[in-house]
């Protein structure tokens, strides 16, 4: 599994002209599985997510978590993260997963996150056109892929 995670003021979902999802300060989480994906990468991202020290403490260093902040979480699919473009000008998505086997690991990826916060995650909807939009904070934005745990 791949996500990006993003330190947002604010994020939200629209699909359709209507929002579906929306959270103040917090997480926007991108994530993109592939058929390789399993509990283990799933259980691994979530306790990275939950636990990666990212916003500013009362000295304004990165030392607190998105739980130390009681901050918010938007978890949107994004199949894309798992583009391969290193032939030609159009990327190719043959490692992303197929809906049969991506739907279930979103969700169970999700539900995971939402244990480990002890709350609510919003998300996008899986497939649907959407129109992410976010206020980034920092800038920080910051890639992990649960295949190369470095």
């Known amino acids: 599994m791949k996500v990006v995670l993003q330190r947002v003021s604010s994020a939200s979902v629209t699909i359709d002209s209507k929002i579906v999802a929306d959270i103040q300060k917090g997480l926007l989480v991108l994530v993109g599985i592939e058929d390789a994906d399993n509990q283990e990468d799933i259980d691994w991202l979530v ?23 009681d901050g918010e979480v938007l978890v949107v699919s994004q199949f894309t993260l798992h583009a391969l473009t290193k032939k030609g000008n159009r990327p190719s998505y043959i490692k992303a997963s197929k809906p049969e086997i991506a739907i279930p690991m979103y969700e169970n990826f999700v539900s995971h996150l939402q244990k480990e916060l002890g709350k609510k995650v919003q998300t996008g909807i899986f497939g649907a056109d959407m129109k992410v939009f976010l206020l980034n904070d920092g800038p920080v934005t910051i890639v992990i892929d649960s295949k190369n745990r470095e």
């Open 47 to 69: 306790n990275k997510i939950t636990n990666i020290r990212i916003f500013g403490d009362e000295n304004d260093l990165m030392n607190l978590s998105v739980k130390d902040i």
